[in-house]
């Protein structure tokens, strides 16, 4: 079969060269097509763990309590006093125009909360109605040190120097995409648990196809509505300083990041191949042959996810520069091979060259194509769905990489006149032996070097954390993180966070007191409980009728008192609101404490304007839980999510004595920590299994364990150079530079397969491990020379980027390569050297001092 399909290959591609070119432009032109419907995703699904039970709480909960997504908005008047009449009416002007764009809900500011303490009224007056900062008469003075003073607006709505002031414009929940999400979810935790009947399966495909639709026109509306109002902002950036937040802008803006990375980035990456392989070669045809597979090989790869709907993420966005360098990689090969058999071999015609570099050259390129796919396999157990995505993407990509190389190429070479003027014009030999000849002359330094980098690399690993402040994404210049800045320092934090607490089970009476003695058994067939005295509308279920709940009770609302202070006294958390906010308001207005009846009275008094701000977003009385909201400061150096949470939970149990069935943790900031914990968990603790792979690999190649070892030393020292690196410089491990370790072993394990392969060739003339490491560098090595100075130069070029991820992984993924390919030029030969893994040929024929020289010069 093997043999076959051999022979077909070789038939089609030296004899058939047109169709095979033919057939790859009609593939080429049909992916083209779908290019039009290729699509970003940077939604918040995108950042959250798939399996994750806290993300179908955390839906359960927006929906119960209509806490929708919103966007801030930062006002600071730039002549003179925020409170004057000309800035507030820009405010008010600004106000308005916002709440008439499309899917905003309303829109609160300084000019529309309640004042309960300008001047303040008694709870008796506070039934007549409310005073605003627009009402006429209102003194702006008390209002302002209410906005500072009081629990229900300080560091909330207005900075501590009163010079900033926070719109909050609140969108309309979209309770269509969370019921079909929640759907969605649902079936696919029972196709995985217990499996689906025919019918539930059919409607997964269904609601799936829906909410993927659904999703897809809510976000080009989300960025049209950011659009929208940054349009409004614009006009009044001349009287204000404005910066606009929130989550939906932040998505906006990372999928502009992300198209602006892709063009620019891209556009540069292929530039600088361009010039690379100019200067290599230098000659236009082994230019043009590379570049024209890595074009042909994105355009074909994007075009599939186009016609799939598979979309890129933030995480998978440097997809597309990657692709572009493993296919150079391959292409280099193939190219360098085919270059050396003409040089050495003159009288050899188109045919037989083509040939001769393909059979050399495809069981190589074959198992590092099998490498990288291991290697960025690690990344589908992530339970995180772009970076499963991405890891597909990648293997995919690969694999058509090597077929589409091993297509163009050779098909081209033999339409092609062959030339050999020029071949051997290539001074990289003389760099690459300068690597072979320090391994040979400085074996101890060369050792000494490995085991420190291994020694300090170790010690940086221990310093790798999975913490991360989002804001650090972003440049400072960027309006995300100037934005992001002025709500944390001024304005409360910007990361949400929900405690959710259970009301307790209690079989005593919910109120104070003796019972009431007109609620029992009247006679004349009324019945017990039913007040003759109570108002008419109140027993017909009308307004005033409010149910109880045990969260408006003294006990109750001690305890969420308590929990409230406890949270205002940790340094990382900002801004909290719940029931407290309101009962120490009703307490400071009462002048002293209230009962159980004199709470029930005043729930029964509030306005509707406090019930929506201080009551609704707090209380379920249905379900008997309050809800604590509090807002992270996602720029405080000491924010540790994980501990933070951890922090709550055991106050909650240990020093108030409330039973963990009864507390729930929910938020963005829950759900990030989630992801965050699981990468550290599913990644670094899989790369042990990465290498095991890889290794069994290495033995099915090069079928001896010694050589499998030493091989795979180089790659574990270089990926554990570039964690550690990332532990001594403070780079977090996030849903980015996890994938680091995968691309490191991916790419890195490339050249010691390469150059493995050709040293057990070389060896086999002489038996001489010397000559056999120096005729290795003088001809594979200079492959990977070329190769890893593309990668290495060409992602340095996203350090150029203003998307701080991008910027990490181009970095970072030059660390990577510059450390595999020294560990490969150096320690790779040396071990050889030592270790003398390969036994010496029988009867093999002496090369002479001609022929040795005539490698080193081709």
């Not at 080429?28 to 995703?41: I, N, Y």
């Not at 998978?316 to 270059?339: D, E, P």
């Not at 944390?488 to 003796?514: A, H, K, S, W, Y």
């Not at 057990?760 to 190769?787: L, N, P, Q």
């Amino acid at each position: 079969m093997l043999s076959a399909f051999k022979t077909f290959y070789e038939i089609l591609v030296t004899r058939r060269p047109k169709l095979v070119l033919s057939l790859v432009a009609l593939v080429v032109v049909a992916a083209a097509l779908g290019l039009p419907r290729f699509k970003l995703d940077a939604s918040a699904d995108s950042l959250t763990l798939e399996a994750d039970k806290s993300l179908d709480y955390f839906r359960e909960i927006s929906a119960r309590y209509a806490s929708g997504d919103f966007l801030v908005v930062t006002y600071r008047w730039r002549d003179g006093d925020l409170f004057s009449d000309a800035s507030l009416d820009a405010l008010r002007s600004l106000r308005d125009r916002l709440a008439q764009v499309d899917g905003v809900e309303s829109v609160q500011s300084i000019l529309d909360v309640p004042l309960l303490y300008s001047p303040k009224p008694t709870i008796a007056e506070i039934a007549e109605g409310l005073r605003t900062l627009s009402t006429p008469g209102t003194d702006r003075d008390m209002a302002r040190r209410e906005f500072l003073s009081s629990p229900i607006y300080r560091e909330l709505i207005l900075s501590p120097d009163a010079s900033t002031t926070a719109l909050l414009v609140n969108l309309k929940l979209d309770r269509q995409g969370l019921a079909l999400v929640r759907e969605r979810d649902a079936l696919r935790g029972k196709r995985n648990s217990e499996g689906l009947s025919s019918a539930e399966a059919v409607r997964l495909e269904q609601v799936s196809k829906v909410y993927l639709q659904h999703r897809t026109q809510a976000e080009l509306d989300s960025r049209a509505r950011v659009k929208e109002v940054r349009g409004i902002l614009d006009s009044y950036r001349g009287q204000a300083e404005l910066f606009l937040g929130g989550v939906s802008m932040i998505t906006a803006d990372m999928i502009a990041f992300i198209q602006s990375d892709l063009v620019v980035f891209g556009t540069g990456i292929l530039l600088f191949i361009i010039a690379t392989l100019l200067i290599i070669f230098r000659q236009v045809r082994w230019v043009l042959l590379p570049l024209t597979t890595c074009v042909v090989t994105a355009v074909v790869m994007l075009g599939l996810l186009s016609w799939l709907d598979w979309r890129l993420t933030v995480i998978s966005a440097n997809f597309v520069a990657l692709l572009l360098i493993i296919t150079l990689a391959i292409t280099i090969h193939l190219s360098v091979r085919y270059r050396e058999f003409a040089a050495q071999n003159p009288d050899w015609d188109r045919r037989r060259l083509a040939l001769e570099a393909v059979r050399f050259m495809a069981k190589p390129c074959l198992y590092t194509t099998l490498t990288t796919i291991v290697a960025f396999a690690s990344l589908v157990v992530s339970g995180i769905r772009p970076v499963i995505d991405f890891g597909w993407m990648m293997t995919i990509g690969v694999s058509l990489a090597l077929v589409l190389s091993f297509l163009i190429i050779p098909a081209a070479l033999m339409l092609l006149p062959r030339r050999s003027d020029g071949i051997s014009r290539d001074n990289s030999r003389a760099f690459t032996l300068m690597f072979s000849r320090f391994a040979e002359r400085h074996r101890a330094l060369v050792l000494g070097i490995a085991a420190a980098a291994a020694i300090v690399s170790g010690v940086g690993a221990t310093q790798l954390r999975v913490e991360n402040r989002f804001i650090d994404y972003f440049d400072s210049s960027t309006e995300i993180y100037q934005g992001m800045l002025a709500i944390d320092q001024r304005l409360g934090g910007t990361v949400t966070l929900d405690i959710i607490l259970d009301q307790p089970e209690v079989e005593e009476p919910l109120f104070e007191g003796e019972e009431d003695p007109f609620a029992a058994d009247m006679g004349d067939g009324e019945l017990a409980g039913e007040d003759p005295f109570a108002d008419d509308d109140a027993s017909a279920g009308g307004e005033a009728a409010v149910a109880p709940s045990y969260w408006f009770t003294v006990a109750g609302l001690a305890e969420i008192e308590q929990l409230h202070d406890y949270l205002e006294r940790q340094p990382e958390i900002g801004k909290v609101q719940s029931l407290a906010t309101l009962y120490k308001v009703a307490r400071d207005l009462n002048g002293g404490p209230l009962n159980d009846f004199e709470l029930a009275v005043a729930r029964n008094s509030l306005p509707s304007e406090i019930n929506q701000v201080l009551v609704d977003p707090y209380l379920s009385v249905e379900h008997g839980q309050t809800r604590i909201a509090l807002r992270v400061k996602e720029t405080d150096p000491n924010l540790r999510r994980d501990e933070l949470i951890q922090r709550i939970y055991d106050y909650v149990h240990d020093d108030m004595g409330v039973a963990p069935g009864r507390v729930h943790l929910t938020g963005l900031l829950v759900l990030y920590n989630n992801m965050l914990q699981s990468l550290f968990k599913s990644q670094i603790l899989t790369l042990g299994a990465v290498f095991l792979g890889i290794l069994l690999m290495f033995l099915a190649l090069f079928r001896s364990l010694p050589l499998a070892l030493i091989a795979l030393t180089p790659n574990i020292l270089a990926a554990s150079v570039v964690l550690g690196g990332m532990g001594l410089a403070g780079v977090p491990l996030d849903m980015m530079t996890i994938t680091i370790a995968a691309i490191t072993v991916g790419i890195g394990v490339d050249h010691a397969i390469h150059y493995l392969y050709r040293f057990r060739s070389e060896f086999a003339k002489d038996g001489d491990y010397v000559a056999t490491m120096h005729r290795s560098h003088a001809t594979i090595g200079r492959a990977m020379f070329y190769t890893a100075i593309t990668i290495i130069a060409g992602f340095s070029i996203l350090a150029l980027s203003k998307f701080v991820p991008s910027i990490y992984f181009g970095l970072l993924t030059a660390l990577a390569m510059s450390a595999a390919l020294l560990g490969s030029l150096t320690l790779l030969p040396l071990l050889l050297l030592i270790f003398k893994p390969l036994k010496a040929p029988e009867n093999s024929p002496e090369v002479t001092e001609e022929e040795t020289s005539r490698y080193l010069n081709s």
